[in-house]
């Protein structure tokens, strides 16, 4: 019992370390590279760092640290560790089928559209939005602003391929979404990816933007952000939630992850949901 | 106002009824005093008329008597007769006295009397005595004598007449007396009328006077009233009533009752207000907070403090939630936090009653103020209950009292608020539940797509390591190991370099066979046209002849035409080669007239052939090429148009009308145009058509045949001529296509803008849909297919290292066999094994026996068993649900892809099928 207690105790000590750790390291990676993850979901974060850890057989948080601030190239690589970049095209394709229903119709009367995608990843939702204002006729009056806070992922989204072996669930997505036409139309694929056609590209703007850091850029009718907040902390999504009430126009959209809300969020009156549990939200 | 003196209205009309009455009576009792006096009058003078009158007759009779009494003695002098004389002379004197008294207050009469005595005395002494004594005395003589002179009877008349004035003065004052009661008895008339108009005009005053007193008083209630009755319940207005009466009395029990009514609203209008202010609050601080606040404005209290319950250890402790002083110097009044029992507040919430002090402790907390420190004049403490026990405690204090009413508020909204604090924390609870869950599901997301990317990486890391293990393997290989693996290389490099002579070899064994091939039965086509045309036997009309010329000469542009055929692949190789030479242009209409008025004259239509006479005779240009997109874009015009006309222009562009560009290129420009007034062309596919194998729609293509070729030949011919083709074209109206060109007399100088030119056409020539190409001009299209068929071929076997299609089975489900055809020839050649199926019910057989199927290509419009039941039934009774399924469907037809997908269809592609998708959409599908 004591024996167990004192573990307890010393667990405890460590956790306190390591959470110390954790902040250098945060705060040095801020000082170095100006990504700001203090405020992110710091267990997240945590099991990040000690993934990386494993990785190179480091045995404490400040040994990471070293190597992150002597290293050359090394802080770069956990960046990369950090920028958890999992996405889909057509990724719950309910949320497009009902953004095709229900939003496309509004914007439809616009003369001109903006739509930010923040935190796109490696695109594949950006070219799946673009897909969709296409079969909607709506391509050629939009502008996507496609944002990532990682320079690389966002090379990777400009290329637009991607892996095959994905393609077979992304064909299944579109047609789950509510595709006019044959999934295959937009691409051509050889044994390694699909390469979707460039004039999908056209009127997509990729840029560098960190929602942690950086102030809005412009005002958008529709602003997609999925599976990005869950990274946060509290404080941090209520700000970026409020960046994006500031960003969006009137009767502008936004639209979230399925496991996101902005039900507790301080801005959660100046919305309102439209169809059911998509959370897809309009500014009133 | 109980001190005063009340005056009701039940005085006011009994004491005017009084005063009436006691005029009355005091009338009456006048009136009665006057009329008995009149009568006792009346009676007196009667009575005293009657006594004067008998005593005056009395002493006249006595005097009488007195006389006859004495004549009687005289004469017979018997003493009979003095006894009467004697009688009366003793008893008129005291009748005498009698009238003389009663005439005390007349001394006139009693004079009167006063001589009747005297005389009646001198009688008595000088007649009666003087006569009786003579008569004793015997003396006649003096009787004699004395009668003689008779003195008696002077007197005697003296007397008589004596009383006859003494009656006749009291007759007189009798009348006098008389008419004094007649007027009297006239007063008494007059003071009646006098009277009673009096008291009428009494009654009168005294009538108005109370009603008016009354009614004033009932009309201002009434007012007031209604007053309050108008103003929409508002119940502020009060009853003044100045007189202190029952009126006053009911205005004070209305106003009484108002301030009830107006308590009670007040309570009501709180209550409600209240419950308002506290809906939708989400935290319980928010809740105390609001609550004090309203509490405190509604109670006119000065500070207080609001405790919540907290369970703690399993005991209860009231935690301050919210405080509340009149002024902001001190914002946080009260202890923290109690327990139960400790101190008054303690308790309260012990015995769960609400205490209300007046009297203060000594070592209560002053209320603060901005100048000082006031002690309150009253606490109010109050448990707030749920369920029968106490949550929270709200602690009041005022530097006034509570009254009944703040009381009794405060005591109805605690009722309910107890279950408003519940429901808060309640929600409190479900938000903070709900918050939880939420942070939970996002872990839960973060760590799945953590988990997601690890398992990439780690993938992506086991390939790596598989790599380094591999090129760590290799390079511990010994020497030799080196030299085979480098000697293999070379026999590898070898055997590429054998298949690709093999496969250019069979290239230009395929070009030599097709061309053989075709031109074998051309051939006999030509010799035959050209002998029926020289009509040696004359057997034929002119115009059979014509005829035969027309095939002869048709033949010869087909044959020409496959040999563009086999040089569109120099067009893609940058071999085709232009001769530019000089060009007759004069001959040029008679050239056209002569091959297309046979169509013209077939199909009924016009044809016209302008040439403006400043177009130059001698045109430098590649004349094959240039008749060959003349010869195209007519024969599309004559195929599109059903009635109506074509029309040749050909002009020379005016210097001025050159761009700086053309002007660059050469200095003469032409100008070819076909007009016609056919079908035309909607206006976005005007692209299009300019594409290879690209025709407006597909109902065009049942309708008038064709490849599609010819406009893309003829754009690419106008490119490597050095000009364009642009077209104008309405649907319905008609085409009009333009060809501009130069004439270069030294060729086209290759320059960046031609390489542009070639590329493009290289990326046109690579996509290209075979489906349509059965459908007519078989040969020509064969040809084309085979070429580009063996060109992708080549191209794949260079770049795809591995080939996912080596030894994959597909089965076709397909009714048309040209369709198949076209499939099996296209991935055949990939080294696919094809399986073919007419119908959904061989497509059902084929797999059940055959487990080895990669991927289904399914038609869909079918007999016996279309593709959606196939599809349905693959998925359903065969339980294939894993196998990719492609449904072959028509393009604009949403409906259909839904149903595909219904059905089951892994993906669907559209008719006309384009190769390169077809190989996307399979090498997706293949991919394990």
Known sequence: MDKQGENMKLEEVYKQHEDLEIDFLLEAIYRLSGFDFRQYNRSSISRRIHNRMNINGIETVTGLLEKVIHEEHFLESLLNDFS????????????????????????????????????????????SMAILLEEEGLKDKAVIYATDMNEQVLEKARKGAFP????????????????????????????????????????IIFAQHNLVTDQSFNE??????????????????????????ESLSPQGFLGLGDKETLRFSQVTEKYQEIAGNERIYQRV | MENKWKFGIRPKITIGYIIIIVCLFASVIILNNQIRSLQQERNFLLQYNNKVETLTNNVEKFVMDMQAGQRGFVITGNEIYLE?????????????????????????????????????????????????????????????????????????????????????????????????????????????????????????????????????????????????????????????????????????????????????????????????????????????????????KMTNSSSGAFYVREIEDNRNHFIKNASFADNNFEKDIGRESFRIGQGLIGQCVQEKQTFIFNEIPEDYRYISTGLGEVPPRSIFIVPILFEGDVIAVMELATMSEYSKLQQDLVKQIVETFGLSINSVIGRMEIIRLLNESRAMTEELQVQSEELQTQSEELQMQTEELTQINEQLEEKTKDAETKNKELEKIRKELEEKAEQLTLHSNYKSEFLANMSHELRTPLNSILILSEMLAENDQGRLTDEDAEFANVIHSSGEDLLSLIND?????????????????????????????????????????????????????????????????????????????????????????????????????????????????????????????????????????????????????????????????????????????????????????????????????????????????????????????????????VLVSLHDH?????NKNILIVDDDYRNIYALKTALEKRGVNILVAKDGIECLDILQDNTEIDIVLMDIMMPNMDGYEAMYRIRNDLQLKELPVIALTAKAMKNDRDKCLEAGASDYISKPLNLDQLFSVLRVWLVS
């Open chain 1, 164 to 203: 095959i072996q994905k393609m077979q669930a992304y064909t299944k997505n579109y047609m789950l979404a509510g595709g006019n036409y044959a999934f295959s139309e937009y691409y051509k694929a050889d044994d390694q990816y699909a390469y979707f056609h460039p004039s999908i590209l056209e009127n």
């Open chain 2, 565 to 793: 055929i086999l040089d569109l692949s120099k067009v893609e190789a940058g071999k085709l080669e232009v001769l530019f030479e000089e060009v007759n242009l004069s001959e040029l209409p008679q050239h056209m007239e002569h091959v297309f008025s046979p169509i013209a004259q077939k199909k009924n239509l016009e044809f016209h052939i302008f040439k403006e006479d400043d177009v130059i005779d001698l045109f430098f240009t590649d004349e094959k090429r240039f008749q060959q997109i003349l010869k195209n874009l007519l024969s599309n015009a004559f195929k599109f148009t059903e009635e109506g006309s074509v029309a040749l222009t050909i002009k020379q562009i005016e210097n001025q009308l050159q761009t700086e560009e053309m002007r660059a290129i050469s200095k003469d420009w032409l100008e070819v145009t076909i007009a016609d007034t056919g079908i035309g062309i909607p206006a976005d596919k005007h692209e299009l058509i300019f594409e290879t194998f690209q025709q407006a729609d597909g109902a065009t293509v049942r309708k008038f045949g064709g490849t599609g070729l010819g406009l893309s030949i003829c754009k690419q011919f106008a490119r490597l001529l050095g000009g364009w083709i642009t077209l104008q074209s309405e649907e319905g109206v008609g085409s009009v296509f333009k060809l501009v060109v130069p004439s270069l007399p030294n060729g086209l100088i290759l320059d960046k803008h031609l390489n542009i030119d070639y590329s493009e056409v290289a990326v046109t020539q690579s996509s290209y849909e075979p489906s349509t190409a059965f459908v007519s001009d078989l040969a020509r299209l064969d040809v084309q297919k085979q070429t580009v068929i063996e060109k992708d071929e």
């Open chain 1, 220 to 245: 958008f009718h529709v602003i997609i952000c999925r599976n990005v907040l869950i990274y946060f902390t509290a404080d941090l999504q209520e700000q970026v939630q409020h960046l994006f009430y």
């Open chain 2, 802 to 806: 591995t080939n996912v299609f080596q």
């Open chain 1, 84 to 127: 958890i970049n999992v996405t889909e095209m057509f990724r719950n394709p309910s949320f497009f089928k009902t953004f095709r229903k229900e939003v496309v119709p509004i914007l439809r009367k616009y003369p001109e559209i903006r739509i930010w995608h923040a935190g796109c990843a490696t695109g594949e939702e950006v070219y």
């Open chain 2, 84 to 296: 009467p004389y004697y009688k009366a002379a003793g008893e008129w004197q005291i009748e005498f006295k009698e009238l003389y008294q009663l005439m005390a207050d007349k001394p006139d009469q009693q004079q009167k009397l006063q001589v009747v005595r005297e005389t009646t005395d001198l009688w008595i002494e000088e007649a009666g005595e003087n006569a009786i004594r003579l008569k004793r005395d015997n003396d006649d003589a003096a009787i004699q004598q004395f009668y003689a002179n008779d003195r008696g009877r002077e007197y005697m008349q003296s007397i008589r007449n004596q009383f006859n004035d003494f009656r006749e003065s009291e007759r007189e004052i009798a009348q006098v007396r008389a008419e004094e009661l007649d007027k009297q008895n006239n007063n008494l008339t007059g003071g009646l009328f006098g009277l009673l108009l009096t008291v009428s005009i009494i009654a009168i005053v005294i009538s108005s006077q109370v009603s008016k007193s009354i009614v004033r008083t009932i009309n201002d209630v009434t007012q007031t009233i209604k007053k309050i009755a108008s103003n929409n319940g508002d119940l502020k207005e009060r009853i003044h009533v100045n007189t202190n009466d029952e009126i006053n009395e009911l205005a004070n029990a209305t106003n009484d009752l108002l301030d009830n009514l107006d308590g009670r609203e007040w309570l009501q209008t709180n209550l409600a207000e209240i419950v308002t202010k506290y809906q939708g609050v989400a935290s319980i601080e928010a809740l105390a907070k609001v609550f004090m606040s309203e509490i405190a």
